[in-house]
């Protein structure tokens, strides 16, 4: 199966330094903690790395990976275990639907995709089985549209080596626990994005088929169920993330595999633009975030691709849409160097950076369980 781990990568990573520190409350942040610095809070119950992580309705974040997951109360600045999935997953899609339950869909189990989804229910701290997909899927999209229902779209599924990605997406309907089929994507594709426009189309863009890198980009309509196309965008992205939905109403999308130039999409014209106002503080796997005051939070990932010259970073960076291009500025760097950590903006507008990899003051790499509160 194609997927991308950072266990490939733990011989090569070098030369870091884990910050020394003691982890600051909530409290301490009300008390008057300055703009653009991260503070320590409470560790996960487990090292993650590449952890799923949404925002609930009541404030506190949903952890997962693996077969295990855990909360992260603001209130408290701790984490707390939770009940345990129905199976293992990685490469999976969480969506936080309408009534407050988080849909859990697809991913592999081991060493095989599939296609069975399950219902976290914050009430009880449970997970419960739910209908299954039409199509065993790992790393594709999943959208919750206006309608309450949730937009399933390409990915790939289970093969010897490197897997060709479906074209087919479906809709997961709440009211009756089913999947069922949709029109599909005009490119087959995995590893793209995914963002619900203010019209309530779908922008679905970039991503991989095979060993090809895309540039294509194309709408849902889910009044019609079908795709269509949009404007490319002006360069291949791979292992694309995308930020949000900006307040110009435009999507910023930015690949995280390798470094390249980050893309703007216009709903109004249907037309891509890069942004040169963009500097990531690294060429790959870093992770970006749009937060509450309309910037773009990107902080950690790793630099070089040569053995010996690969380092994971603590640096982060800022990026203001409305101030045009060339508006890239350094913010306060994370606690630790962080790779594969997910990013997650709390209800208070701060950002919760939760596990991924670091190093130590030898080299060496592990997996972390440490989490750390960025403040704009």
């Not at 991989?208 to 980009?217: H, I, M, R, V």
Request: hydrophobic content about 40%; charged content about 10%.
């Amino acid at each position: 199966m194609h997927r991308r781990t950072m266990g490939s990568l733990r011989a090569l990573l070098v030369a870091g330094l884990l910050a020394a520190g003691l982890a600051v409350s909530p409290a301490a942040f009300a008390a008057g903690q300055a703009s653009g610095t991260w503070v320590k809070t409470g560790s996960m119950t487990t090292p993650r790395e590449n952890p799923t992580t949404v925002l609930l309705h009541n404030g506190q974040v949903l952890v997962m990976g693996g077969v295990t997951a855990e909360l992260y109360d603001p209130k408290t600045g701790t984490f707390s275990a939770t009940g345990d999935m129905g199976a293992a997953r990685g490469g999976f899609t969480a969506t936080v639907l309408q009534n407050g339950q988080v849909l859990v869909a697809g991913g592999d189990e081991g060493s095989a995709a599939t296609s069975s989804a399950e219902l976290f229910d914050p009430a009880t701290g449970t997970f419960s089985p739910t209908g299954s997909m039409t199509t065993a899927r790992v790393d594709f999209t999943a959208t919750l549209l206006d309608n309450g229902k949730v937009l399933v779209a390409g990915g790939e599924g289970t093969c010897a080596t490197t897997c060709p990605p479906f074209s087919s997406a479906e809709l997961y309907d709440p009211a009756t626990g089913t999947f069922s089929p949709t029109g599909s994507m005009t490119a087959a594709r995995a590893f793209h994005i995914a963002a619900l426009l203010p019209n309530g189309k779908v922008l679905v863009a970039g991503g991989e088929n095979g060993s090809t890198t895309l540039s294509s980009a194309e709408l849902y309509d889910p009044d019609a169920g079908t795709f269509s196309p949009t404007g490319n965008m002006t360069a291949a992205l791979s292992g694309n993330q995308i930020t949000g939905l900006l307040p110009s109403g435009q999507v910023l999308v930015v690949g995280d595999h390798f470094a390249t130039q980050p893309e703007l999409y216009d709903p109004a014209t249907g037309t891509w633009a890069g942004d040169g106002g963009v500097e990531p503080p690294a060429s790959r796997y870093f992770n970006a975030v749009l937060l509450n005051n309309g910037q773009v939070l990107f902080a950690g990932g790793i630099n070089g691709v040569a053995p010996g010259k690969i380092h994971v970073t603590a640096e982060a960076a800022l990026f203001d849409p409305s101030a045009g291009t060339a508006n890239g500025t350094v913010t306060g760097s994370m606690t630790i160097p962080r790779a594969l950590e997910s990013l997650t903006v709390l209800q208070n507008g701060q950002v919760l950076a939760a596990g991924g990899e670091t190093q130590n003051n030898v080299g060496k790499t592990s997996i972390t369980a440490t989490a750390e509160l960025f403040t704009p």
